[in-house]
């Protein structure tokens, strides 16, 4: 089955500093890449999502790369702010299936 | 309701005890999956629905984890005689297509086996 590795498990960076978060998978037949923000005690949450027929998507703050060949893709954050601090997983989906990477937790540092 | 709903929020239950959890997906989401999610891991695939039909059980860890859907809206995990490696946080999550679009998670069941 697929495999999702992220990385790295944990950044802090200075509040307007950027983030960035880096996954790979394993199966090439994976064509749908979303990144979800979950906070303490709640449920994940979608911000962002790109299809293998895209290579980058940009929605205000929030940049998701993908590159096929290498099957990696990466989740840019700019202009960090303290509401950003959460913990972020990306995922790879393919038939009925979601694979989730083990997460980062990110803190946006005041 | 606008979300999905999760019930009960936390469950403690004694080792071999029997337990079941609830979701209330949105209305109309033909889709629903369960997931597993053991402290700092990311949520791992159990079962996935699609109306009724249970398509995909292939994440079930034992035969003492089932999942119904019996009339295409609210699911129901149940696990059988809990044991301490049980104890995790199930989420449930429901999409309007397939699993190629967006997941709305519920805030998940905290469950503890002692």
């Known amino acids: 089955g697929e495999n999702v590795e992220q990385h790295p498990s944990t950044l802090s960076v200075q509040e307007g500093d950027s983030a960035v978060i880096k996954c790979t998978y394993s199966d090439s037949a994976s064509n749908y890449f ?4 979950q906070e303490l005690g709640k449920g994940p ?40 601090s959460a913990v972020y997983f990306c995922a790879a989906s393919i038939v009925n299936q979601f694979y989730f990477g083990t997460g980062t937790s990110l803190t946006v540092i005041p | 309701g606008a979300g999905v709903s999760q019930s009960p929020r936390y469950k403690v239950a004694k080792r071999g005890q029997d337990v079941a959890l609830r979701c209330d997906p949105i209305s109309g989401h ?10 700092g891991q990311g949520p ?18 034992s035969d003492r984890f089932f999942a119904e859907r019996p009339e295409g809206s609210v699911s129901t995990l149940k696990i059988q005689r809990t044991q301490q490696e049980d104890s995790a946080v ?15 998670f519920g805030e998940g069941s905290r469950l503890t086996v002692l």
């Open chain 2, 30 to 39: 033909v889709s629903l999956f369960w997931y597993q999610q053991a402290l």
């Open chain 2, 90 to 104: 199930y989420l449930c999550a429901s999409a309007s297509g397939g699993a190629t679009g967006e997941l709305f």
């Open chain 1, 45 to 84: 949450q979608l911000i962002i999502d790109i299809r293998s027929n895209v290579g980058e998507k940009k929605d205000q703050r929030i940049a998701v790369t993908l590159n096929k060949t290498a099957k990696h893709f990466s989740l840019h954050i700019t202009e960090t702010q303290p509401e950003d």
């Open chain 1, 34 to 37: 979303p990144w979800y923000k």
């Open chain 2, 44 to 61: 791992e695939f159990l079962t996935y629905f699609q109306n009724e039909a249970q398509l995909d059980k292939s994440g079930l860890p």
